[in-house]
C-alpha cells in the first residue's frame, strides 16, 4: 500500500481536503500536515519517514520541507501549484485535486 502525505503551511483547508478527498480511494494510506509549528497537525520526522509521495500546495512548502527534514526525507515530493484561494471541500478545489492527483496515483 503506498502511502501519501499531503502537506500545507497551516493544514487547515487543502491538505485536509485533499486527505479527505482520497481516503477511501484504493491502494492508498493518506494522511495530511502542516509545516508550521502551529499547524493543526504539525509534520514531524515520523510522518516524513512514512509518507511514500508527498504532495505540497506551492513551492515554497517544498523548499520548507526539504530545508527542515532533508534527513528523513526518502519520498517523491510532487507541488500542485494549488494556490490558497480556497474553503475546506469547496467543489472547485476538490476538482482541482482530482485532476492533478489522481494521474500520480495507483489506478
Not at 482520497?22 to 508550521?36: C, Q
Not at 517544498?62 to 534527513?71: C, D, G
Amino acid at each position: 500500500m503506498k502511502k501519501v502525505l499531503f502537506l500545507r503551511s497551516q493544514n487547515r483547508l487543502r491538505s485536509p481536503t485533499a486527505e479527505q478527498v482520497f481516503a477511501s480511494h484504493k491502494g492508498i494510506e493518506v494522511a495530511s500536515a502542516g509545516l508550521n509549528n502551529d499547524a493543526e497537525n504539525p509534520t514531524t520526522p515520523e510522518l516524513v519517514g512514512w509518507a511514500d509521495v508527498i504532495f505540497v500546495m506551492e513551492k515554497a512548502q517544498r523548499s520548507k520541507l526539504q530545508r527542515r527534514f532533508r534527513r528523513h526525507l526518502k519520498a517523491r515530493v510532487i507541488c500542485l501549484d494549488i494556490p490558497d484561494d480556497y474553503e475546506f471541500m469547496e467543489e472547485g478545489l476538490i476538482a482541482l485535486l482530482k485532476a492533478k492527483v489522481l494521474r500520480h496515483l495507483p489506478a
